[in-house]
């Protein structure tokens, strides 16, 4: 277990080795629903996405109040049975605050520097909704340190 109230850094640089996430999220009919985003870690261990308003899972964020829980996983493709490595996860998912928008954007670039580079991203990422996704569970898998290996971390 890590340590309470703190991702712990080896769940840090596991969330940082994948780039995409299949966010689970329930829609506005009360329906279970599925999508991947492309993400970036923050040094605190919270997840940013974009995503539009007008997308299915943007509509049915927007629509539930801040702090909508969700679900998530994150791992490499193209991995066997004895490599797999991978982030299982749930927690809170709120529009990141306009206040808080421009540190956002900087972590989202430094984890995709080539959106930042290409002005046509750049611009894209500068008009996006920006979400948060606050773990408040992580189950980190890793068959290399022995099959079904597993280490998780709550949230206090």
């Known amino acids: 277990m890590g340590q309470p109230g703190r991702v712990t850094d ?3 640089h596991a969330l940082a080795d994948h780039t995409t996430l299949t966010l ?3 829609d506005d009919a009360g329906l279970p629903q599925a ?6 870690v923050t040094d605190s261990g919270s997840l940013l996405f ?10 049915a964020l927007s629509a539930q109040r801040p702090g909508a829980r969700v679900a998530f996983t994150a791992q490499a493709d193209q991995q066997t049975w004895t490599t797999i490595t991978g982030v299982q996860g749930r927690g809170t998912c709120r529009r990141v605050p306009e206040a808080d928008l421009d540190g956002a954007r900087d972590a989202y670039f430094r984890a995709f520097p080539y959106v930042a580079e290409d002005p046509r991203l750049a611009k894209a990422v500068g008009s ?11 189950r980190v ?11 998780e971390w709550t949230a206090p």
């Open 50 to 59: 974009l995503t539009s308003p007008s997308t299915d899972h943007g509509a």
């Open 141 to 151: 898998i890793d068959n290399s340190k022995g099959f079904g290996h597993k280490e």
């Open 10 to 12: 080896h769940q840090l």
């Open 35 to 40: 999508c991947a985003v492309f993400y970036a």
């Open 24 to 26: 689970a999220y329930v």
């Open 128 to 138: 996006a909704a920006m979400w948060e996704i606050r773990p408040t569970w992580l």
